[in-house]
């Protein structure tokens, strides 16, 4: 079964503003990964936040994780039109077998 | 320089025919995924090899085999398609200790007519 669902499913907002996309999950994690799919290509790795970790930066990216309501957010600040994407949580539980959501479609208009 | 590549991108092939994706990884990598994301781009894993030896196999019909000649190359073979094999699948590469980022390539489109 789907272990992450992110929330909203799509997400559509002006240049300079910021995006907030959550995601929850069901069960006992040792880490969360989010990704970035542009158009037509693969997947590119943006955090990876460990159960133990409650938040963690990287340039206009901050990652939280509530491990006791299971469900972490991403922030993206300052967003820019090359930032529309769709955008993954994916949770692991063990052994590098990552279970992922359904994604929100960003959309940031210049 | 592409660190996960997979060939072809595209393919479209008819109902019953046989077909095989070809992945490459450059990183140096241990561990070797192949996922499938459906037409709402839900994104699934197949299968993963670690040093040739397959360790995860999720619930995938046996029509669908990999092939992992060395750590650098995953393949996957399709016998028999059906029209529910049209997807994008993506071939994605890590190290094997825990809490690693996976690299994914670019996908492979398959469309059965």
């Known amino acids: 079964s789907q272990q992450g669902e992110e929330d909203p499913q799509a997400l559509s907002i002006q240049e300079g503003e910021n995006a907030t996309m959550n995601c929850s999950y069901k069960?006992?994690?040792?880490?969360l990964q989010w990704y970035r799919q542009n158009s037509g290509r693969g997947l590119v790795h943006l955090i990876l936040?460990?159960?133990?970790?409650r938040e963690k930066h990287s340039g206009r990216l901050r990652v939280t994780l509530d491990t006791s309501k299971k469900s972490s957010s991403l922030l993206i600040t300052a967003s820019r039109a090359a930032d529309t994407a769709s955008y993954f949580c994916?949770?692991?539980?063990?052994?590098?077998?990552?279970?992922f959501g359904a994604g929100t479609i960003l959309r940031v208009k210049s | 320089d592409t660190a996960v590549s997979q060939t072809p991108k595209y393919l479209v092939t008819q109902m019953g025919n046989d077909k095989s994706i070809k992945c490459e990884q450059n990183?140096?990598?241990?561990?070797m995924y192949w996922y499938k994301q459906d037409s709402k781009k839900f994104l699934k894993i197949m299968f993963s090899?670690?040093?040739?030896?397959?360790?995860i196999n999720e619930t995938v019909p046996n029509r669908f085999s990999p092939k992992s000649p060395d750590k650098a190359h995953l393949n996957l073979h399709i016998n028999s398609l059906e029209l529910g094999d049209s997807a994008v699948y993506f071939c994605?590469?890590?190290?094997?200790?825990?809490?690693?980022?996976?690299?994914f390539g670019d996908g492979t489109r398959l469309s059965i007519l």
């Open positions: 994605a590469s890590s190290q094997a200790s825990d809490n690693q980022p996976q690299h």
């Open positions: 069960t006992s994690i040792n880490n």
């Open positions: 936040i460990r159960s133990n970790e």
């Open positions: 994916a949770t692991d539980a063990y052994g590098n077998k990552l279970v």
């Open positions: 990183l140096g990598h241990d561990t």
């Open positions: 090899y670690n040093n040739k030896e397959l360790i």
